[in-house]
Nanobody, 122 residues
Framework: QVQLVESGGGLVQSGGSLRLSCAAS????????MGWFRQAPGANREFVAA????????YYADSVKGRFTISRDNAKNTLYLQMNSLQPEDTAVYHC???????????????WGQGTQVTVSS
């Protein structure tokens, strides 16, 4: 079983950038598809991005395509989310998660971490 701890969130002005990290423990990280989803206050969870086990394939939500980049370092057991051109509507708690199967649906996600808060001011 993989345990996940996110970091890197914070307060940033509109147009700014943040890089989220997700440290994973457990031997299955390197063979697992991984992803990020987010949840804003009072809103449903929203798929953000996913990456297959070796980083060769990715999915992005239309709302972040061209601004966010998901990547992974299997040697460091770490997942990343580089977020550029941030907008107030990106404000949410961001969670990294394992995926049962590589895909772009929330149903593809398995276990997730506690999350890290991202707040974008206008």
């Amino acid at each position: 079983q993989v345990q996940l701890v996110e970091s890197g969130g914070g307060l940033v002005q509109s147009g700014g950038s943040l890089r989220l990290s997700c440290a994973a423990s457990g031997r299955t990280f390197r063979s697992s598809a991984m992803g990020w989803f987010r949840q804003a206050p009072g809103a449903n969870r929203e798929f953000v991005a996913a990456i297959n086990w070796n980083g060769g394939s990715t999915y992005y939500a239309d709302s972040v395509k061209g601004r966010f980049t998901i990547s992974r370092d299997n040697a460091k057991n770490t997942l990343y989310l580089q977020m550029n051109s941030l907008q107030p509507e990106d404000t949410a708690v961001y969670h990294c998660a394992t995926q049962y199967t590589f895909g772009s649906e929330l149903a593809d996600f398995g276990s997730w971490g506690q999350g890290t808060q991202v707040t974008v001011s206008s």
